[in-house]
């Protein structure tokens, strides 16, 4: 089957366009760098609607059903041809409103018959909420979520805490004193290093957990903290949100801001 041409593969239009990379995001105006040591370079797709390139887990991928329906595949796993956004909800919106997005489908997908659903953006937009809860709780049956405010506090002032989670309706004062834990125990006092406030309230994790009152979480894990923060910082951009990540003086993991 013939590949489309926004899904091929092109480990090198970061330099070829002047941009850099920080963790695999294209962003434009960047100096060039080299892939890490002892990591191969992302894979990086084209957002049919701003033009931008950015690494293929930070965008997210449209798939085409038989019937030539266009859904989210927010794991890029769906068979068939495909098309990816780096664009945030409030410029998908605006896109469609315009005719831009059936445009630029057809002309990604040559000879496909589509069918775009009015409420495309709301169903992203629950694709990678769902994304990142599922997510959640692989990291919690896998033993790498920490719950509870005072276990929470207690790894985070002694420096395991790789990544602070707040519920959308945490009192300022709990998320304060936690925030404030992780920077003694990572040694970033006087910054403004602080957990995430997600983008759902205790009710919606406490399902989504199992569990009751879940107002913070924790990972101690690197890797799992990594897990999460990709799929977080797609929704978090896609929501059009200031922070995808917490403010630890690393290079944000959200995609370029592209925009009409």
Not at 15 to 41: I, L, N, S, V, W
Request: charged share 30%; aromatic share 2%.
């Amino acid at each position: 089957m013939r590949t489309p041409n926004n899904e091929r593969l092109k480990p090198d239009i970061a330099e070829a366009h002047g941009q850099g990379t920080r963790d695999g995001a294209a962003f434009p105006g960047d100096a060039p760098r080299p892939p890490r040591a002892g990591r191969k370079a992302e894979p990086e797709r084209r957002c049919i609607l701003s033009g931008e390139h950015g690494a293929r887990d930070a965008l997210v991928r449209l798939a085409i059903g038989p019937d030539g329906s266009v859904l989210p595949d927010v794991h890029a796993k769906a068979p068939g041809r495909g098309a990816w956004l780096a664009v945030d909800r409030a410029a998908l919106e605006a896109a469609m409103a315009k005719g831009r997005l059936k445009g630029a489908l057809a002309r990604a997908l040559k000879g496909a018959a589509l069918s775009v659903p009015d409420d495309l953006p709301q169903r992203i937009e629950e694709a990678l909420t769902r994304a990142l809860l599922d997510r959640l709780g692989l990291e919690l049956r896998a033993g790498h979520l920490i719950l509870g405010s005072d276990r929470i506090a207690e790894q985070a002032r002694g420096g395991a805490v790789e990544l602070l989670l707040h519920a959308a309706d945490a009192s300022p004062d709990g998320s304060r004193k936690l925030d404030q834990a992780w920077r003694v125990g990572s040694e970033a006092e006087g910054t403004g290093k602080a957990g995430v406030a997600l983008p759902l309230d205790r009710a919606a994790l406490s399902v989504a957990m199992g569990r009751d009152n879940v107002v913070h979480m924790a990972l101690a894990d690197p890797a799992a903290a990594a897990r999460v923060s990709n799929i977080l910082a797609r929704l978090m951009h896609y929501l059009g949100a200031e922070k995808a990540a917490p403010d630890s003086g690393e290079p944000d993991r959200r995609p370029s801001a592209t925009t009409d």
